[in-house]
């Protein structure tokens, strides 16, 4: 697919993911329009970008704050004329028992991984109905196929973003709008910092590179794929649960 001068939106482009998406998207000729919470980040990750699309932008952003997500579209649209990609990639994680989790953490959880997304799209979603085409991808999480233990409130949060996401997909689709949800498995990356050290541990070969997650990502966008799962192995599992839940929850 040529992304050249293709419009691309994407959330929580500071670190991670979101970092090697907003690069490789600009090598790819795309213009990169990243948003984020960390100012300083941001300005590091445009450097990158703007080396091979000196168009590119970089927006501060919290996208659990519905008053800043609308600012930010509103800019972009004006600034851009459109967009074209919506990468809903923003997100924290999280391993802790769900009865020694506070409510107010739950709740910002919920907001910053699946409103944040709700807010992003229903703010950008007109002028792609308008104009009959668009691409929406939400990057959701292997959490959100499997209940995964001491995750709880995460796991709450993706499952919703998945649901969403296939509600979405039947609704747009006659609409000219495709919409994508992908479901890495553990990230090598900040994101989960905080779950190196805690209870169950993930072996280290079960990681993906961010870098092998952008590239799915693109893969889902040239394919105009509705679920991409990522690793192999994490796909498997996520068969044999749909397949066998039974057996699975034994296992």
Known sequence: MDFTDQIVCITGASNGIGKHLAIDFAKRGAVVIGCGRSIERLKEVLKEVRQTSPASAMMGCDVSDPQQVHGMIEKVLADFGRVDILINNAGVGMRKPFYETDLPTIEEIMRINYLGAVYCTHA??????????????????????????????????????????????????????????????????????????????????????????????????????????????????????RVSPGLFRYL
């Open 124 to 241: 950008l979603l007109p002028s792609m109905i308008a104009r009959g085409n668009g691409h929406i991808v939400n990057i959701s999480s292997g959490a959100g196929k499997i209940g995964t233990l001491n995750m709880a409130a995460y796991c709450a949060s993706k499952f919703a973003m998945n649901g969403w996401s296939e509600s979405l997909y039947h609704e747009l689709k006659p609409l000219g709008v495709n919409v994508s949800v992908v479901c890495p498995g553990p990230v090598s990356t900040q994101f989960n910092r905080e779950f190196y050290d805690s209870e169950p541990k993930s072996p280290p070969q079960l990681f993906i590179s961010a870098a092998a997650v952008s590239q799915a990502i693109m893969r889902a966008i040239e394919r105009n794929k509705f679920e991409a799962v990522v690793p192999r192995w994490l796909a498997l599992m996520c068969w044999v649960k």
